[in-house]
């Protein structure tokens, strides 16, 4: 990280935390003002489309002809406003999959969107560019935009040499100066193995740690897109949950050791939960289709994820301390299909319902012990992200209590660190005041730890209390947020 940018963060910090008097130290590792930003998003969308889309293919080997990419009856905006429909923050587009094809008129190669057969839209050079259209899309409806340009290409002859190097650093450059503000950049571990390559046909295999250079790669991205938040299995801004089901681990850390994990390296299983004794943050994201593939095919029609599958995924990702990327397949009209739109808007109305309500907003609130008075924990239900409660210095457990007035139904319960300050609990319990004994609440699985945001499922219970105990910390405790919900 440069000086700039450790100057920055620290000042983020100094700024947010004095809203507190008295404010706990921070715990490193701590996240940059841009990535509280991005997992404040919480829930964005994919966009696979390509030469894939019409020729039944998931990964293409690199020489299908670009006039089968022939759409009847595109329409990018009906994409933007599905997404922002179905709650969705932002959008990140497949630039380039493996197959090498470009979804915008590079001037780098001839295997690009101009010399397919869609007369769609032109840009200010007179050339059809899909990445173009999304852009004016974004910004017409305020939607942030994303790309994920595959470092793997089966159809670049020079893929494997130093040469196929350079032209994706080139390549790369174009994407990140010519398109606008970009919050994600998204980089994964698919590389070397069969293609094309130009016509030769082989298996080309690379050092995936090495190769593509990553530190010139970051380098790149962060001297255009400084916001950006660069994606892959060793981050440096976000990493892969290590599946595709879209289900972080318990706990999940938002940690990782620097230099440990790369993209495409072994053992991804390990990224599920994170390194409790991690030096570097980097939080998770889980990826998932709402379909089993990733670009559509119309005999997975019938096998659209349901809005009640797609707010489980939202419960065990968001729900988990990660975020949700919700890939969508565009069909080959060129539009979001329609029932993949339906299930999208549905879930988003059930996440919605669910935490219609704050149970905890007029509840009595007191703690076990607090850093300052003037500041106590009634502002843990508030509603407001800049203030929290926090345990006096070495004070590492504690507990919190809200009396209702009455008895109350709930089968939610939400938590949130104030992660600017770091990650500090590592376990935790809740239990209810029932029949005049605190009787433990049992979402059917083990509490782990909180960062940004740990949201529990359970049978509903009524109750006249809430009790919230933090058994294990890394410092003092630093709790941004509680709140409770009685879902449909």
């Not at 174009?174 to 970009?182: D, I, K, N, S």
Request: charged share 25%.
């Amino acid at each position: 990280m440069k000086v700039s940018a450790i100057f920055l963060s620290l000042s983020f910090l100094a700024t947010t935390a004095g809203a507190q008097k008295n404010a706990p130290q921070p715990i490193a590792p701590c996240p940059s003002p841009q990535q509280v930003a991005w997992q404040k998003m919480e829930t964005y969308a994919f966009v696979h489309y390509g030469l894939n889309t019409f020729n039944d293919s998931e990964w293409g080997y690199g020489d299908a002809d670009p006039k089968t990419f022939n759409p009847s009856r595109m329409d990018v905006e009906q994409w933007v406003r599905t997404l922002k429909a179905a709650g969705m923050k932002g959008v990140i587009i497949v630039a380039k999959h493996h197959d090498g094809f470009a979804m915008w008129p590079s001037p780098l190669t001839d295997y690009n969107i101009t010399r397919s057969s869609y007369d769609g839209p032109k840009n200010k050079d007179g050339k059809v560019d899909v990445l173009a259209e999304l852009r004016k899309a974004c910004d017409k409806y305020d939607l942030k935009m994303g790309i994920y340009l595959s470092p793997w290409d089966r159809n670049h002859a020079e893929y494997g040499r130093q040469a196929y190097v350079d032209y994706y650093h080139r390549q790369l450059t174009q994407l990140v100066t010519e398109y606008g503000p970009l919050f994600e950049v998204w980089l994964d571990g698919a590389n070397g193995g069969d293609g094309y390559y130009g016509g030769a046909r082989e298996t080309r295999k690379i050092d995936r740690r090495n190769y593509y250079d990553f530190p010139k790669i970051h380098s790149i991205i962060n001297e255009h897109q400084p916001e950006a938040i660069i994606f892959s299995d060793g981050g440096p801004g976000c990493r892969w949950v290590g599946n595709e089901r879209g289900e972080a681990g318990i706990p999940n850390w938002s940690f990782l050791k620097k230099d440990k994990v790369y993209p495409g390296m072994p053992n991804s299983e390990v990224l599920q939960n994170g390194f409790p004794d991690g030096d570097i943050w980097v939080a998770a994201e889980c990826d998932v289709s709402i379909r089993p593939g990733w670009f559509y095919h119309p005999e997975e029609d019938s096998k659209v994820k349901t809005p009640e599958q797609l707010a489980d995924i939202y419960y065990r990702s968001v729900g988990r301390n990660a975020t949700f990327l919700l890939n969508f397949p565009i069909d080959r009209e060129g539009r979001v299909n329609a029932i993949d739109s339906t299930n999208a808007v549905r879930f988003r109305r059930i996440i919605d319902q669910d935490f219609k309500k704050n149970l905890l907003r007029k509840a009595k609130v007191t703690a076990s012990s607090e850093r300052d008075k003037a500041f106590s924990a009634r502002k843990l239900n508030d509603g407001k992200w800049d203030t929290f409660w926090a345990t006096p210095d070495g004070v590492t457990t504690g507990s919190v209590t809200f009396t209702f007035g009455k008895p109350t139904r709930l089968n939610r319960l939400l938590l949130q660190e104030y992660i600017p300050l770091g990650q500090r609990v590592g376990k935790f319990v809740a239990e209810a005041f029932i029949d005049g004994r605190w009787t433990p609440i049992d979402p059917g699985e083990p509490f782990g730890n909180i960062g940004y945001k740990r949201i529990l499922r359970f049978a509903t219970i009524e109750t006249t209390a809430l009790r919230i105990s933090f058994l294990e910390g890394r410092g003092p405790l630093c709790i941004n947020n509680i709140e409770a919900y009685l879902a449909p």
